[in-house]
């Protein structure tokens, strides 16, 4: 069967496209290529159109033909003649810019560079002539033109994110930690809804107050929020707000409430005198300075830690309203001073928690050194009293 299928087979030679290809033909592949009449490429025209008979089969005599257009597709009956040509010229159509001559050229494109857009020094030329053309018509004043009235300010809007005291009026108010000559009064922004709702200060998860305060050795031992009562009389440290009513975040509060809350913390700070008036934020202290100075901070001029402004001062001769209605003159007194820590609101990210720590360490050494020096002085008094006994 292998030699009969060799037998059948023939290779066949032709030029396609200028490359000689080899390919096998078999007897069936012949006669069913017969049938179809199809037409591959070059292939078929290659060879003689006349195959009759079984002797043309194996195709073993035949010469492969150049390839050409000669076939069935004439391509040269869709070739594009031009007008000007006849349909019997044969030469392909050419350009008029190739085939006129160079010199007439190069004077058209001179001649049309010449009529055409002005060249670069013309334009620069061109352009301070423009420019004094401009300025002579801003300086002409108009003519027979109405005057026109100043557009009213626009008032300051508040902001998207406040919230009226209406929206939480529901929830309490927190109670102020407070005593006489503490060492350390803590000035927060207001409270929040969950300090608000337990009615301790600082009292969300997420808060680091009571954490910083341990951590940076202004209580010996670690509190928690439901001891923020008791923080006065154990560690002489107190805590207060310059905003009274609760509110979810700081955006929900407005500066004219901040602006109003100083002038109660100064009183806080002449009537109970703690040593240190801590603010815990920026934005406490932008309002103490914006309602002391009429201005805001300029840029560069804020710095956390000690201030050189005091808190509280009570001029000499100053008179003071007591609780009874009466004025009575205070001794003068020099006002707390004034230190300023980094919020501690967890939602306060702008500050990395390392910088928390250590801001408020440099106000934790400060209150070890000095409780330590009460402590003497209390030891001090006392041992004179036991001498004096």
């Known amino acids: 069967m292998e030699m009969q299928e060799k037998s059948q087979v023939k290779n066949c030679c032709y030029n396609h496209y200028g490359y000689t290809v080899e390919v096998m033909i078999t007897r069936s592949f012949q006669r069913k290529f017969r049938q179809s009449r199809l037409i591959y490429g070059n292939w078929y025209t290659s060879y003689p159109t006349a195959m009759e008979g079984e002797e043309r089969g194996m195709l073993e005599d035949?010469?492969?033909?150049?390839?050409?257009?000669?076939?069935?597709?004439?391509?040269?009956?869709?070739?594009?003649?031009?007008?000007?040509?006849?349909?019997?010229?044969?030469?392909?159509?050419?350009?008029?810019?190739?085939?006129?001559?160079?010199?007439a050229v190069s004077s058209q494109r001179s001649a049309s560079t010449t009529l055409g857009s002005p060249s670069k020094s013309q334009k620069r030329k061109a352009q301070p002539e423009a420019v004094e053309a401009d300025t002579n018509a801003l300086s002409r004043k108009p003519r027979n033109r109405k005057a026109t009235t100043p557009s009213p300010k626009k008032r300051a809007r508040p902001s998207s994110s406040y919230a009226p005291p209406s929206t939480y009026a529901h929830l309490p108010t927190l109670p102020d930690a407070i005593a006489p000559h503490m060492l350390i009064l803590t000035i927060g922004l207001n409270p929040g809804l969950q300090t608000a709702r337990t009615g301790h200060a600082y009292a969300h998860p997420s808060n680091l107050y009571w954490k910083l305060l341990y951590s940076s050795g202004i209580t010996p031992v670690p509190c928690k929020a439901a001891e923020d009562q008791t923080m006065p009389a154990r560690f002489a440290i107190g805590h207060t707000n310059i905003v009274a009513r609760p509110s979810r975040n700081g955006a929900e509060l407005s500066k004219g409430e901040m602006d109003d809350g100083v002038a109660t913390l100064e009183e806080k700070c002449r009537g109970w005198?703690?040593?240190?008036?801590?603010?815990?934020?920026?934005?406490?202290?932008?309002?103490v300075f914006r309602v002391r100075h009429g201005r805001a901070l300029a840029k560069g001029e804020f710095k956390y830690g000690w201030q050189e402004e005091r808190m509280g001062?009570?001029?000499?001769?100053?008179?003071?309203?007591?609780?009874?209605?009466?004025?009575?003159?205070?001794?003068?007194?020099?006002?707390?001073?004034?230190?300023?820590?980094?919020?501690?609101?967890?939602?306060?990210?702008?500050?990395?928690p390392e910088e928390k720590e250590r801001i408020w360490k440099i106000l934790g050494d400060w209150c070890v050194k000095r409780r330590k020096e009460r402590e003497d002085a209390t030891k001090g008094e006392a041992a004179k009293d036991e001498d004096g006994d």
């Not at 005198?273 to 309002?287: F, H, L, M």
């Open 62 to 103: 035949d010469v492969p033909r150049e390839s050409s257009f000669e076939g069935r597709l004439q391509l040269k009956n869709f070739m594009f003649m031009g007008a000007s040509q006849d349909a019997s010229s044969t030469s392909p159509r050419r350009s008029q810019r190739l085939s006129a001559p160079q010199s």
């Open 273 to 287: 005198r703690p040593e240190v008036a801590c603010i815990v934020g920026k934005s406490i202290w932008e309002s």
């Open 313 to 352: 001062v009570v001029e000499k001769g100053a008179k003071v309203k007591g609780e009874d209605g009466e004025e009575a003159e205070q001794e003068p007194w020099e006002g707390s001073r004034v230190f300023v820590a980094t919020s501690t609101s967890g939602l306060a990210a702008t500050v990395r």
